[in-house]
């Protein structure tokens, strides 16, 4: 077959979906600024790294930050030595990652079903709709990057048309590009299948020595690649984050959570919300349920891939609904590939009314009727002091003509049903995100409070944050000095007795009289307020003194409600 040929044909398999995925993601991507506190702070370390030319140590407020891996970091400075520091290149390169995926996970079905292109051609699909993936995909983080080379690496294990031996060499990169976007983890994403190989690979079964001893020296190739970063940074980077980088972010996770500990069973529950919409198909259900013996080679390298990481995640420690998201990929295949083998086997159920998509088509018409009952609420007093439904109705009945039209066109019977509920997928979840764009997303907006704190460091005003800071002002306001996390009273108290002149960011749940008064600046922020108060002032509200006059009224950014005096 002609090189061009083939080129052709893998560029036809990429219409429609590519392109509309790709609108729908750009569309959302930069609808509104990168949101707290996920994406600014992966833009703050960035940005710390960048401005302190401290490239092997990542950093976070001025100290050593232990989290994370680099890699993600190195790409933005890719990006910003062409563009310059901003949040264009991130975004953009997010979108690209969350594409590269969609095709990985089609070239998946494809090596995995060979003789079922209808899998091939429909699994993007599915992976692109799943509004949890989808929005999690526009948040400037690390799991869509390592989605990207977990979905590698096992591509580099499966047989091609023309190679039946794994590409141990692209196993082993993608596997160290892996470790490098988030560490050890990777090793748990796909050394279970690997382990598994015999199991699941004839070729496997047939040459168990080269099976395991290349994939051994390709699984130590990799880490190596991350031992190249971390012994160097590790030292650099001084005892602290030596001991941090090297036991507290693994060990730590998997024994006794010091972050995000959650029981064994905490991600069952979960998995409806992570395979929304489908998870509101009755067909996808019907045909996962369908699905036994006899185990074909695709399926038991799924079966091999998704049940082995489930189990690992439930029995680590700390967990985060984003954590298995690069086995999305595997779920969407498995799904499609279950649809397609029901159908094989029992056409006669296929037309049953009871596997078509009613469930979803009714949730959207619920959704509709009540975004527009929401202003009628409103104007009677029903929705009382709650702060987000009183903001979402005022464009809410608009939003709820779009969702009133994705139901009737869930509930048209006709081919196509699995597209047509990815295509109101994605309608769906861009219609929210928009939504919240205009209703409520000043709220999260941090420039003009960031640019505030800006030009006080640059006048030379310490300032201090009640509480831990996660970086939220750094990138957003080009910060290059560290804000001073305080952590209780006598820290607050110590100071601003140190630091009288000085600011300091408090989180109240409601916004008092005296911060009205006496407050630099307040706005709302993710259901509590933000407030900057100078320091002796803040001391005497605390004292119950009257602070000096001419302290200065609260400012509000334009739009936010309960606007202060001026």
């Not at 264009?88 to 995995?112: D, E, H, K, S, T």
Request: hydrophobic letters at 55%; a positive charge; proline letters at 8%.
């Amino acid at each position: 077959m002609p090189a061009n040929y083939r080129r052709h044909e893998l560029l036809r398999a990429l219409r429609p979906w590519l392109p509309l995925w790709s609108v729908a993601a750009l569309f959302a991507m930069f609808a509104h600024g990168p949101m707290p506190m996920h994406s600014t702070r992966t833009l703050g370390v960035a940005w710390e790294m960048w401005e302190h030319h401290s490239w092997l140590v990542p950093m976070l407020n001025g100290a050593p930050y232990s989290d994370k891996a680099p890699l993600i970091y190195w790409l933005f400075f890719l990006g910003w030595r062409l563009t310059g520091v901003s949040d264009l290149w991130p975004r953009l390169l997010l979108v690209a990652i969350g594409a590269a995926q969609l095709v990985l996970v089609q070239a998946l079905a494809r090596r995995l079903f060979p003789n079922r292109p209808w899998v091939a051609r429909s699994a993007p699909w599915v992976l692109g709709a799943l509004t949890y993936g989808f929005l999690f995909d526009l948040q400037i983080m690390y799991d869509g990057l390592l989605a990207v080379w977990v979905l590698l690496a096992l591509l580099a294990l499966l047989p091609t048309a023309r190679r039946e031996q794994p590409r141990f060499l692209v196993f082993a990169l993608a596997t160290g590009l892996g470790l490098l976007t988030k560490g050890p983890v990777m090793l748990l994403h796909v050394g279970l299948v690997w382990l598994l190989g015999p199991w699941w690979r004839p070729w496997a079964r047939a040459h168990r020595g080269a099976w395991y001893g290349q994939g051994t020296l390709a699984i130590l190739a990799g880490i190596a690649m991350l031992l190249a970063w971390a012994l160097p940074a590790a030292w650099i980077g001084g005892p602290v984050y030596r001991e941090l980088l090297l036991f507290h972010q693994t060990a730590g996770r998997v024994v006794d959570a010091f972050a995000h500990a959650r029981p064994f069973w905490w991600y069952l529950p979960l998995l409806p919300l992570l395979l929304f919409p489908f998870s509101l198909w009755p067909r996808i259900w019907a045909a996962l349920g369908s699905l036994g013996r006899p185990f074909e080679p695709g399926q038991r390298f799924l079966m091999a891939w998704l049940i082995p990481v489930f189990v690992a995640f439930s029995l680590v420690s700390g967990k985060q609904a984003y954590y298995p998201l690069p086995e999305l990929g595997g779920l969407s295949v498995l799904s499609v590939f279950a649809i397609a083998r029901m159908r094989e086997r029992h056409p006669h159920r296929d037309g049953s009314p009871w596997l078509t998509p009613w469930p979803l088509a009714l949730f959207s018409l619920l959704l509709a009727l009540i975004l527009f009952a929401l202003p009628w609420l409103r104007d009677n007093g029903y929705l009382g002091h709650d702060y987000a439904l009183r903001a979402v109705s005022t464009h809410s009945a608009s939003f709820g003509v779009l969702y009133l039209l994705l139901a009737a066109g869930l509930m048209w019977r006709g081919r196509g049903e699995l597209r047509r509920i990815a295509l109101a997928g994605m309608i769906g979840v861009v219609t929210a995100n928009a939504l919240f764009t205009l209703t409520l997303w000043h709220d999260y907006d941090l420039r003009r409070i960031s640019r505030l704190l800006a030009e006080a460091q640059a006048r030379g005003t310490p300032i201090a944050n009640i509480g831990m800071y996660e970086g939220q002002f750094h990138f957003l306001g080009r910060l290059t000095q560290p804000i001073t996390p305080l952590d209780n009273d006598a820290l607050l108290r110590a100071w601003i007795a140190a630091h009288p002149m000085g600011w300091v960011l408090a989180y109240p749940d409601r916004l008092g009289a005296e911060a009205r008064q006496y407050a630099l600046y307040a706005q709302r922020f993710r259901g509590v307020w933000v407030v900057i108060w100078p320091a002796q002032v803040l001391a005497d509200v605390r004292a119950g003194r009257m602070p000096p006059p001419g302290s200065g009224p609260a400012l509000v950014v334009p739009g936010a409600a309960d606007a202060l005096p001026h």
